[in-house]
C-alpha cells in the first residue's frame, strides 16, 4: 500500500498550489482523508480532512483558502491551496486512515511547499 504526494514547490506570496495524495494497493474509499503540515522545528499538524462522505474540516489558518477534495474512483485525495502565505511554508503530508475493520492508517511521504514573500 502506498500514497504518493505530489504537486509541492515553490511560490510566490498569494499564489496557488494543488496537492494530490494518489493512493495505491488498497481500497481508499470509506476512509478519511487528511492533509497535514509540519515546519522546520515544529509539530506536524492537521491542515484540513475529509470524510467519505465528503464533509471537510479546516484549520482556522487555512480556513476559505485551502479546499480539501477526493475522487473515490482515483483513489486519490486533493489540497487545493490559494492566497499562499508564508507561513503556510512547510512539508505537507497526505494520510488515508479507515476507522472501521480492517482499520488502517497511511502515510505518504511528504512534499515540501515553499512560499517566498
Known amino acids: 500500500v502506498q500514497l504518493q504526494a505530489s504537486g509541492g514547490g515553490l511560490v510566490q506570496a498569494g499564489g496557488s498550489l494543488r496537492l494530490s495524495c494518489a493512493g495505491s494497493g488498497s481500497s481508499f474509499t470509506g476512509d478519511v482523508w487528511g492533509w497535514y503540515r509540519q515546519a522546520p522545528g515544529k509539530q506536524r499538524d492537521l491542515v484540513a480532512k475529509?470524510?467519505?462522505?465528503?464533509?471537510?474540516d479546516y484549520a482556522d489558518s487555512v480556513e476559505g483558502r485551502f479546499t480539501i477534495s477526493r475522487d473515490n474512483a482515483k483513489n486519490t485525495a486533493y489540497l487545493q491551496m490559494n492566497s499562499l502565505k508564508p507561513e503556510d511554508t512547510a512539508v505537507y503530508f497526505c494520510n488515508a486512515r479507515r476507522l472501521f475493520p480492517p482499520l488502517h492508517n497511511y502515510w505518504g511521504q511528504g512534499t515540501l511547499v515553499t512560499v517566498s514573500s
Open positions: 475529509i470524510t467519505s462522505g465528503g464533509t471537510a
